[in-house]
């Protein structure tokens, strides 16, 4: 009975942890009347955001901003996870669950770093790699994509994620 109902707190932790995160960002959500062109269609929201905020892109601060975005939430969200792994009323469970979610973050701040490394030693300028719910979205740092240069980086991507080709998007972005 006390473990469920330390479960049940450490859950309810999480989820109001996670809320306390969302929104503190600050980022307004689009209304859903509002009609989304085809080009917005299956863009990370995160990515969506800061596109539309840096529609003239100095230098790379598009790609430079969206990381530092990208790094301020996961450092909120590790220091959540950490925060349930130090408590000593965290059940065991519980405690390993965050650990479990520790480590799959880790190895997807891993594979980022992969991929958009791969992506640059092509000769890019710059990529932002994004990965939810086996979807892989390539943000490239190019005016336009070829066909060609498009089949390479979907092939590029879906190899170190282990995906088809067909499950990676890939947006160029000057």
Do not use: C
């Not at 997807?108 to 990529?127: C, K, P």
Request: proline share 2%; glycine share 6%.
């Amino acid at each position: 009975m006390v473990k469920r109902i330390a479960w049940v707190l450490g859950m309810l932790l999480l989820i109001g942890g996670t809320y306390w995160i969302i929104s503190g960002l600050g980022v307004e959500m689009r209304g859903m009347d509002e009609i989304i062109p085809d080009d917005d269609l299956g863009v990370d929201p995160v990515i969506g955001e800061a596109q539309r905020e840096w529609e003239i892109d100095e230098g790379g601060a598009f790609f430079v901003e969206y990381r530092l975005r990208r790094d301020r939430v996961r450092d909120q969200e590790l220091e959540m996870l950490n925060q349930v792994l130090e408590n000593p009323h965290s059940s065991q469970e519980i405690k390993q669950e965050a650990e479990n979610k520790l480590l799959s973050i880790i190895d997807l701040m891993e594979l980022e770093l992969t991929v958009e490394n791969m992506i640059r030693a092509q000769g890019y300028d710059d990529a932002v790699f994004f990965f939810r719910n086996r979807v892989a979205t390539v943000l490239v740092k190019k005016e336009r994509l070829e066909e060609a240069e498009f089949i390479q980086i979907a092939e590029i991507v879906a190899a170190a994620v282990g995906i088809e080709r067909e499950e990676v998007q890939v947006i160029a972005r000057s």
